[in-house]
């Protein structure tokens, strides 16, 4: 297109000026998302390879990068993942309550309510789960240890702090519900009214409706919201670095006073401390977990598109 | 006009039972002085006619006559939108359908509904027949898988569609054509075995092929159900309802519009000898 406002191109309608500014603009900022993660993996790739180069004597602890990393990841991955399958059930059944059982003015008002969790700054979080979860748990978690210490998960010895694995999962599950739920409860109060009218209409209950024409529909709805609360999670690091007692173990155990780190709470714990190929090697966990977030959200990706033949969204 | 209108519609109509005493029929519902609102807007008022067995009713009539309202309080379906009240008095084989002690629940199952556009359910065809049998049984107990087998293939069967779909019953229920999605939807009401179908509009969505399948379906289902059908094509009617109610919309002194029936009938009189001037005006085109 020649970059004349009134002339008519060599095909099709003249180019005004707002559609030629409006298209420079969208296209800018498209470009600059590119530019921006392209800038951040090109960051972290150079600042990390000293770590990765560096001899061993100079990885804080371990014999080699991979060594240090590993529980880091682990306990990331770990705590992300618990979290994930405490929060996203809560999350569809307070989106089925928003969206089809209470009355609306009930209804929005719990809206409002848990879109105010997801603005609670995350030291809040930290705050209120080191100080009144933790103690909480620690009855409960000895309880577990005694009766249902034959499960991996629950082998104890019971923290006495409760600066557990169990408390962390628990405050991310909290951290991650809003998000979560927003999504879903979009999706939801999206499903097509004649959908829900044509199961309603077959004399179905509220709740066969709701299994058969909203949580399909919502089902793509459902893993993303997951996947955003999961991307969530795996980055959180204050209220992590705050509530969880480490010590660099990789265990399933969730109850005892021994635990394997993450990356974010490492990297934020770890950082004000660190001088030379240290930080290298923090910046190299950074990157660490910038590729597992990549691939998580382009596993939700692959998820989402398999199924679209049956979504009922097209 | 109207006569002209006739011929067309003795030559598309196929032979039937004789039927010199349509009022012998049984009732099925009956429906007095029904009123229903949203909100404080008065959607339709003073109702009173009765739909017989085994006959098809066609309510036709002007966009905003209330004909899908008059519709939609047969299976209760009013219930589901918010504000709306329904008052007068409809009765189903002798029951108060507004009674207190009625299941909607319970109704729906026996009076099915079909919908304007095709509303499959996003998964496989065979799921989407066997959905209604299916919820049924889960209150009573499972169902053998022989059984709801055969329930599908009856309904499919019943909808004409068992020859177009029973190599691919596993594939979803939303790769069909438009016309085979409405019929696929009408089989899933059929699978429940109701006594009524109620269908909104079912062929506005749908090319002239498509339309002449699902009519040929209705004359029949109805040796085995009543149906009462909505339509906004006057042809539709005619070819294929034995008695037709005709409604229009009155607007009052506050400018608001309320739906009203005018004049119903068996349908070869309200085509031919309509008793309404307003009746006559609408099926010759002059209105509408």
Known sequence: MPPTTEKTGTRGAPLRLGDRVFAGASTGAGVLILVILAGVAAFLVSEAWPAVTAPSEEIPGEDNIVLYIWPLLFGTLLSAFLALVIATPLAVAIALFISHYAPRSVATILGYVIDLLAAVPSIIYGLWGAQVLAPQTVDPTQWLEDNLGFIPLFDGPASATGRTMLTVTLVLAVMILPICTAVVREAFLQTPRLHEEASLALGATRWEMIRMSVLPFGRSAIVGGAMLGLGRALGETMAVAMVLSVSGDVTFDLISQANPSTIAANVALSFPESSGTEINVLIASGLVLFIVTLLVNMAARAVINRRRDFSGAN | ?288
């Open chain 2, 1 to 288: 006009m109207a006569t002209g209108l006739s011929t067309h519609v003795t030559a598309r109509r196929r032979p039937r039972r004789t039927r010199t005493l349509p009022d012998l029929a049984p009732v099925v519902f009956g429906l007095a002085r029904l009123q229903v609102s949203y909100g404080r807007h008065r959607a339709v008022r003073d109702v009173t006619m009765t739909v017989h067995e085994r006959e098809i009713t066609a309510l036709i009539g002007p966009s905003g006559c209330g004909k899908s309202t008059v519709l939609r309080s047969l299976n209760r379906m009013n219930d589901l939108v918010p504000g709306a009240r329904v008052s007068g008095r409809v009765t189903y084989r002798g029951h108060d359908l507004y009674g207190p002690g009625v299941d909607p629940i319970e109704v729906r199952r026996r009076i099915g509904m079909v919908f304007q556009r095709p509303t499959p359910f996003a998964k496989s065809i065979y799921d989407n027949v066997a959905y209604g049998p299916r919820a049924a049984a889960g209150r009573r107990g499972r169902l053998r898988k022989a059984e709801l087998d055969d329930r599908v293939e009856e309904a499919l069967t019943g909808a004409a569609l068992w020859d177009e779909v029973k190599d691919k019953l596993k594939s979803s229920g939303l790769a069909l054509s438009g016309g085979q999605q409405q019929r696929l939807c009408i089989a899933r009401a059929i699978a429940v075995r109701p006594d009524v179908m109620l269908m909104d509009e079912p062929c506005s969505a749908l090319d002239p092929v498509a339309t002449a399948k699902i009519e040929d379906l209705m004359l029949r289902l109805r040796h085995e159900m009543t149906i009462v059908i909505v339509t906004h094509h006057m042809h539709q009617a005619a070819r294929v309802s034995d008695r037709t109610a005709f409604f229009t919309a009155d607007t009052d002194s506050e400018g608001e519009r309320h739906g009203r029936l005018v004049e119903y009938d068996a349908t070869e009189k309200i085509f031919n000898r309509p008793a309404d001037r307003r009746t006559e005006d609408y099926i010759s085109g002059r209105f509408g």
